[in-house]
């Protein structure tokens, strides 16, 4: 028999004051994120729309209009000419060329595996589709350089009788194509892998064939998830710097020819940080115009990807 | 297992149902008009891995009519069910021998076409799991990958089924609507209508009307006996009064065996087994 009752009342203030420690310890680390994108946003911003001070921004000296109309990207020939066109055309170029790779390499890639492997086979892919996903860009850039472009792309280029440049758009789309293919099919399996056992038996009940299961009832079912995975992959080849960099060239060319040089818009950043660009310069505030565009961008992808991903959520219980 | 032959349940059964004719009195020398026999098992064992589910299981299941299979959780109903469509074979590991015969063909046998054999023999599920598609769609699935394209063919099969599964008058103005929709009951009609249009012989029922409630159970229980006139049922059941209120013979399954079949009236009122009658007047499982 029990002579005391327990007390509901806090034994001690300790407890309290340490679960508030924690919940602000936690808020912080949630809040550092906030802060860095808001100061990105803000440094974009002041750099290029409205400068603080004195300081001058980029579109208070270049219009918009310019910006976004002019063929030509040439920041250090004489006066400056501020295109953006030729930019976005080489962004462009290596994206399309990325998601024709990756996303039907990585599509498939995931359907099998969470349809048609063997455990033991998931085993010995998704790791090595990990390492893919782990190798420095750098690598991929220089792979491309060195491999797809001689030993793949030239004797194309030759058959076709086109002139191919050592830096064109084609290898550095491949490449990035290559390097997106384990991000949608890693997503794509998650979401393909979450559609309830229930449907595929149904599926099968109804005398589907394997192939009939995944592609009419859990492809569609998973259908929203799999879309995310894609704009998320397409905002990643967007934002791919490095191997684009190598492969693609620097060279700013509006171009309807892939097998030419190109210079990307996070190519050209590159570049011109690395350049002897004084600071405050128009050509050097130029570098914060075109990551607000890139920005914009990639921010419209990823919204666009959560409004997907969220339409259709509760698509099943 | 002579105990268990067709002849033997059929000379017992009382049931009146004019599509099974009935039969002389057992050991009667003329040759009664057989009912004909739609699916048997012979000597099957079922293996998950090394786990052994099933242990020689024969059974005799007669066309257009309704065999329950009770028993505790666990006892392989369900699993003995799902080798009937070879729904077992998508589970990584199982094995089966013995003889499962629909029609007097092997089911297992090396030429026969598993996607053929689930449109014959089709299944309704314990959760009700319509795709998230429409209601027409849901129906059509099943015709459309069967190679059936025409507007107005589908249109029919969708209007036929849906009648057929007691649902058209619910769903008739909302055909193109979610089936996700509709509440459990309707959904679980669905899945039947579903099931329907893809012109099977047997349906299997694992424990249809489980997750519904009394009124939407009766429900489905009422259409269990008009689908009986067509199809031969195979239903598993945790209910015991639904057993014996929907079939025309029933089995009881403990621990992977088959413990007794016979006609449901005689199984349920002079079980021959001492475990059966444990299990019937709920002494356990």
Known sequence: MKSERHSLAAKTSVRRVWEQFVQFLLFTCAFISVVTTAAIVFVLVTESIVGLGDSVAFFQQVSLWNFLTDTKWAPQYGAGEFGILPLLVGTMWITGIAALIGIPFGLATAIYLSEYASPKTRGIIKPLLEILAGIPTVVYGYFALVFITPLVIEPVGRFLGIQVDTFNALSAGIVVGIMIIPMVSSLSEDVLRAVPRGLREAGYALGSTRFDVSVKVVLPAALSGVLASFLLAISRALGETMAVTIAGGVMPNLTLNPFEQVCTMTSNIVTMAGSDSPAGSVEYRSIYAVALTLFVITFVMNVLSQFILNKYREVYQ | ?285
């Open chain 2, 1 to 285: 297992m002579e105990l268990n032959t067709f002849e033997n349940l059929i000379s017992k059964r009382d049931g009146d149902s004019p599509e099974t004719p009935k039969t002389g009195t057992a050991g009667s020398k003329t040759p009664a008009p057989k009912a004909l026999t739609k699916v048997e098992t012979r000597n099957l064992d079922f293996y998950y891995g090394p786990l052994q589910a099933l242990f020689g299981i024969s059974m005799v299941m007669p066309e257009k009519s309704v065999t329950a299979l009770i028993g505790p959780s666990g006892c392989g109903k369900s699993t003995y069910l799902r080798t009937l469509n070879r729904m077992n074979d998508i589970i990584e590991g199982t094995r089966i021998t013995g003889d499962i015969l629909v029609d007097n063909e092997d089911i297992y046998a090396s030429q026969v076409d598993v996607v053929e054999l689930r449109k014959k023999v089709g299944m309704v599920f314990q959760k009700s799991n319509p795709f998230p598609k429409s209601i027409y769609d849901n129906v059509a699935f099943g015709p459309r990958i069967g190679g059936i394209k025409g507007k107005s063919q589908l249109d029919e099969i969708v209007h036929r089924t849906l009648k057929q599964a007691a649902i058209w008058d619910e769903v008739k103005d909302r055909l193109n609507s979610s089936a996700l929709a509709l509440s459990g009951g309707q959904q679980q009609r669905l899945c039947i209508a579903r099931t329907l249009a893809t012109n099977p012989e047997v349906i299997l029922m694992d424990e249809p009307a489980s997750a519904l409630d009394p009124a939407s159970t009766s429900r489905i229980e009422d259409l269990i006996f008009e689908l009986k006139k067509d199809y031969t049922i195979i239903i598993v059941t945790h209910n015991m009064q639904q057993a014996a209120r929907v079939s025309d013979c029933t089995a009881f399954f403990f621990q992977g065996r088959l413990i007794e079949f016979g006609t449901t009236k005689s199984l349920f009122t002079t079980p021959r087994e001492k475990q059966t009658e444990d299990y019937i007047t709920g002494r356990f499982g």
